[in-house]
């Protein structure tokens, strides 16, 4: 079956560190998006690719990285610079339709 | 500034009875509005979707009605059932200069259906 795939599940963070939060997907979409969810709060765009080796920032890019080298895969880096990243991520793809496909999020924790 | 507003973060209702989500937004930009629902812990799933040429669309028990001169939306669902419980997010998006798509989400409507 097709779908997205976002790994881990939970992810725990020490101060300081970077983390990388993984999507695949089996789709064949060519676009893919990260979403952050804070409780309480809509889904804010975090980037967004639109092809292979192309991503653009979305709302909230300051203090995360992405990359998008194989069409099925658009990883999120957390980066140290993100002071506030406890928060659920979910990944997103799309094919030249509005209509997107999650995966089943990460909810990452600073510890 | 939220260009997609749900002003109601929750909503409680019989078994059996009507539904009402409402969603509003100030972006006159926006042409297509879609209804995503949300269990905890998991990813949104996409419900129903109307663009700016109608003013409804049904499928099922769902139907979302379009106002555009007030720049506002519903979602009703009738009958209400249990498993209708979940988050509702309203969505909405423009016609892209270029590339792909972009959806602007609301906070987001917690819906309780009591059986």
């Known amino acids: 079956d097709g779908g997205i795939t976002q790994s881990p599940k939970y992810l725990f963070r020490k101060e300081g560190q970077n983390v990388t939060l993984s999507c695949e997907q089996n789709?064949?979409?060519?676009?893919m998006y990260w979403y952050r969810q804070d409780p309480g709060q809509g889904l804010r765009l975090i980037y967004y690719?639109?092809?292979?080796?192309?991503?653009q920032k979305g709302d909230i890019a300051e203090g995360y990285s992405v990359s998008r080298e194989k069409k099925e895969s658009f990883p999120l880096t957390v980066t140290s610079a993100q002071t506030n990243p406890t928060a659920f991520y979910l990944c997103a793809s799309s094919k030249g339709t509005r209509i997107y496909t999650f995966g089943s999020g990460t909810r990452l924790t600073v510890v | 500034d939220q260009q997609v507003k749900q002003n109601s973060p929750s909503l409680s209702v019989q078994e059996g009875r009507i539904s009402i989500l409402n969603c509003d937004y100030t972006?006159?930009?926006?042409?297509?509005f879609l209804w995503y629902k949300k269990y905890p812990a998991e990813g949104p799933t996409f419900l129903i979707s109307?663009?700016?040429?109608?003013d409804k669309n049904e499928d099922g028990r769902f139907t979302v009605f379009l106002n555009k001169s007030a720049k506002h939306l519903s979602l009703h669902i009738v009958p209400s059932q249990p498993g209708d419980s979940a988050v509702y997010f309203c969505a909405a998006s423009s016609e892209p200069g270029a590339g792909s798509y972009q959806l602007t989400f609301g906070k987001g409507t917690k819906l309780s259906v009591i059986p």
């Open positions: 972006n006159s930009m926006f042409d297509y």
């Open positions: 789709l064949n979409h060519d676009a």
């Open positions: 109307i663009s700016s040429i109608k």
């Open positions: 690719s639109q092809i292979v080796n192309d991503f």
